[in-house]
T-cell receptor
């Protein structure tokens, strides 16, 4: 079984709709991250959480919100989706401190019409 | 403002050749520099990483060269293989967060 899972894997929605992307991990890591990937722009950090009670904005948090329901779960919401939020979204986890490696999920491809 | 600049955006190399991808940064507070490899339909995965107190790190066919004074680092793939065809991202870490470069799409031709 995959250590970091994301649901859904693909989603098509309409402008103005609220959607939620979910991430779960079985690695026991404290730190979780949400990124979006766009061609030519690389991976950009949306939000990150170093533990259940810690939520921080990343580079491009406008239009997004997150919820850390448990150590293993970190959800990303688009309150009112817009077309320029069409992208590939990745969740990642890391143990933190000296363990720097981030482990990525398989991604969610989102299309906003 | 892109804190980590990566080039080239795409690269085509013949099998057996050397692939070189370059990254530059401005922030001297970065303390860890990983490279991630991403295959189509997959999430990125750590390939190799280096700390700024080391000038070179080699793992198999993959080498990171790090020039602290120039604030540049590069990935060299020796004897490139078609299986190396993927997108490569450099990154730099500050405060537990990674800042990624724009990515390089590598294609190794047989």
């Amino acid at each position: 079984d995959a250590d970091v899972t994301q649901t859904p894997r693909n989603r098509i929605t309409k402008t103005g709709k609220r959607i939620m992307l979910e991430c779960s991990q079985t690695k026991g890591h404290d730190r979780m991250y949400w990124y979006r990937q766009d061609p030519g722009l690389g991976l950009r950090l949306i939000y990150y959480s170093f533990d259940v009670k810690d939520i921080n904005k990343g580079e491009i948090s406008d239009g997004y919100s997150v919820s850390r329901q448990a150590q293993a779960k970190f959800s990303l919401s688009l309150e009112s989706a817009i077309p320029n939020q069409t992208a590939l979204y990745f969740c990642a986890t890391s143990r933190g401190q000296a363990q720097e490696t981030q482990y990525f999920g398989p991604g969610t491809r989102l299309l906003v019409l | 403002q892109q804190q980590v600049k990566q080039s080239p955006q795409s690269l085509i190399v013949q099998k057996g050749g050397i692939s070189i991808i370059n990254c530059a940064y401005e922030n001297t507070a970065f303390d860890y520099f990983p490279w991630y490899q991403q295959f189509p339909g997959k999430g990125p995965a750590l390939l190799i990483a280096i700390r700024p107190d080391v000038s070179e790190k080699k793992e198999g066919r993959f080498t990171i060269s790090f020039n602290k004074s120039a604030k540049q680092f590069s990935l060299h793939i020796m004897d490139s293989q078609p299986g190396d065809s993927a997108t490569y991202f450099c990154a730099a870490r500050q405060g537990g967060k990674l800042i990624f470069g724009q990515g390089t799409e590598l294609s190794v031709k047989p």
